[in-house]
T-cell receptor, first 115, second 113 residues
Framework: DGGITQSPKYLFRKEGQNVTLSCEQN?????MYWYRQDPGQGLRLIYYSQIVNDFQKGDIAEGYSVSREKKESFPLTVTSAQKNPTAFYLC??????????????FGQGTRLTVV | AQKVTQAQTEISVVEKEDVTLDCVYE???????LFWYKQPPSGELVFLIRRNSFDEQNEISGRYSWNFQKSTSSFNFTITASQVVDSAVYFCALWVSGNQFYFGTGTSLTVIP
């Protein structure tokens, strides 16, 4: 089935460690996004990518890094510079080609906890 | 600048009541899209509807209906005869050229049996 797969579902990180969250899609979408959701809050954009080998910072990019080497994959690294990384992370994709729009399709999320 | 406001943080209704979730958006673009998503406790956002800025027709899908009014920059969502399964967080979102989605802060709906 077509969709977006995020892994792992739960992730625990020690302070000072970098961790990478995986996001893979088989929808042939050009655009991919990473959002952070804190309890009782909305979705805040971390990074987005409209095409392979290109990505832009969102509203809260500090302490995060991404890569887009393949169309299907958009991994997010939470670095030790992110002071408060405990949150729910959602990956999404959409057609995003030349201004075309469809809805964004979301993965099931990764819940990251710093221990 | 783009912005989506969902002023209702939490709503509780008794089963079978109707409920309306409000969404107000801001954008200077003339071409844009509006969305509603449902987030059940499992966490994944489920797409409900997409509407472009040139189509102000209201839409009904079963117990769900949406009222899009450009004059008031609103895109409200009504659930008729609510059910316990409707309990979730609902997000309104705006998409404009530049390929970025802007989400509201969400409305948490609890339907009491």
């Amino acid at each position: 089935d077509g969709g977006i797969t995020q892994s792992p579902k739960y992730l625990f990180r020690k302070e000072g460690q970098n961790v990478t969250l995986s996001c893979e899609q088989n929808l042939n979408h050009d655009a991919m996004y990473w959002y952070r959701q804190d309890p009782g809050q909305g979705l805040r954009l971390i990074y987005y990518s409209q095409i392979v080998n290109d990505f832009q910072k969102g509203d809260i990019a500090e302490g995060y890094s991404v890569s887009r080497e393949k169309k299907e994959s958009f991994p997010l690294t939470v670095t030790s510079a992110q002071k408060n990384p405990t949150a729910f992370y959602l990956c999404a994709s959409s057609i995003g080609y030349r201004g075309l729009n469809t809805e964004a399709f979301f993965g099931q999320g990764t819940r990251l906890t710093v221990v | 600048a783009q912005k989506v406001t969902q002023a209702q943080t939490e709503i509780s209704v008794v089963e079978k009541e109707d409920v309306t979730l409000d969404c107000v958006y801001e954008t200077r673009d003339t071409t844009y899209y509006l969305f509603w998503y449902k987030q059940p406790p499992s966490g994944e956002l489920v797409f409900l509807i997409r509407r472009n800025s040139f189509d102000e027709q209201n839409e009904i899908s079963g117990r769900y209906s949406w009222n899009f009014q450009k004059s008031t920059s609103s895109f409200n969502f009504t659930i008729t005869a609510s059910q316990v399964v409707d309990s979730a967080v609902y997000f309104c979102a705006l998409w404009v050229s530049g390929n970025q989605f802007y989400f509201g802060t969400g409305t948490s709906l609890t339907v009491i049996p």
